[in-house]
């Protein structure tokens, strides 16, 4: 897959020894460039059929765009979720014994982990995506809005209840977006009043840090979206998962009633990532076997696993050729 020698095939496990979860980042761990690893090995090949299913070069996104027209929503998350598809192309082939007994995925990640959990067929979610992100695009246009991460002991009371203060008081356009820890919140709203609860919290001496996205996303800013993925949702086949999948809206894992996931993309346009919980329930499937890799560029999501769970579950970021190789040629020792 690189200049390593991937391992031989005598040398990899028939079956994975321990449980695998499956972790997906979503917008804003894109990266301009990030395809480049994969440009020359067979995996690419995943992303000239999906360029074919979403009309776009998805190549050049992964390739040649730079950080500005990569931060646009609708190029965002077709960049993220193609690379995701081409990762988890190459691991399924270095690692054939490797069944993911949950999935789960971070905002447009979920779209990902739906794929790897067989609720959608990959063309279909790259269609999907597609939509989703110029519905998201639209809808910025009509009230352009931004994120921004808070870090800081009890973040989370604090910040939901300067941002219901601040709607109350000033109207101001601001809501808690991510739950991603108890030490780390996203806000989401106009620039404005993101600046302002930023500079609240800054004041009492919590951290900010802006996202490279354009867009309020996970908050009624984003309900003029809603329509055009309906639409969009309505047009795809789900198929019965095979594995649970935890949903961001409540961070319940469900294996069964995939039509279910309808209203659920719709509902995750508008409400919280509820991360946190999310690897509360991954912590209560976990039975001791449990081992997380994360899927896609970058390496946040393990991060947060590592510290919402530390010591409890190992986790492992895989977003390049090399990552997966050295994993299919240790598997975790």
């Not at 279910?260 to 991954?282: D, F, H, K």
């Not at 390496?299 to 986790?315: D, E, Y």
């Amino acid at each position: 897959m690189s200049q390593q020698s991937p391992p031989r095939a005598a040398d990899r496990p028939e079956t994975v020894p321990f449980e695998v979860g499956l972790l997906f980042p979503g917008q804003g761990a894109q990266r301009p460039g990030m395809g480049e690893p994969w440009r020359d090995t067979p995996h690419w090949k995943v992303v000239t059929r999906l360029s074919e299913v979403a009309g776009r070069d998805l190549g050049q996104l992964l390739l040649d765009t730079g950080a500005e027209r990569l931060r646009r929503t609708d190029t965002a998350q077709l960049a993220t979720f193609t690379l995701e598809m081409v990762v988890l192309d190459a691991l399924r082939e270095a690692v054939p014994g490797l069944r993911p007994v949950v999935c789960a995925g971070h905002s447009l990640g979920e779209y990902a982990a739906l794929t790897a959990a067989g609720v959608l067929d990959p063309e279909d979610g790259v269609w999907l995506v597609g939509e989703r992100g110029a519905a998201m695009e639209a809808a910025n246009r009509l009230t352009p809005g931004t994120m921004a991460v808070l870090v800081g002991p009890d973040i989370v009371p604090l910040t939901q209840r300067r941002a219901a203060r601040m709607r109350a008081a000033d109207r101001a356009q601001v809501w808690v977006a991510n739950i991603n820890g108890a030490d780390q919140v996203v806000v989401s709203g106009t620039a404005e009043a993101v600046a302002a609860l930023a500079d609240e919290a800054a004041r009492d001496g919590a951290r900010a840090i802006s996202l490279p996205v354009g867009g309020a996303f996970h908050t009624p800013l984003m309900a003029p979206a809603s329509p055009r993925l309906a639409e969009a949702v309505d047009r795809v086949p789900l198929h019965p998962a095979l594995c649970p999948v935890i949903a961001n809206v409540d961070a319940r894992a469900r294996l069964h009633d995939h039509e279910a996931w309808r209203t659920l993309m719709l509902r995750q346009l508008v409400m919280p990532v509820r991360w946190v919980g999310s690897m509360r329930t991954l912590k209560g499937m976990a039975g001791g076997r449990l081992r997380l890799l994360e899927v896609g560029p970058g390496s946040t999501l393990a991060n947060l696993a590592r510290r919402t769970l530390p010591g409890q579950i190992l986790v492992r970021s895989v977003g390049t050729p090399a990552q997966v190789e050295a994993l299919a040629a240790d598997w975790w020792p």
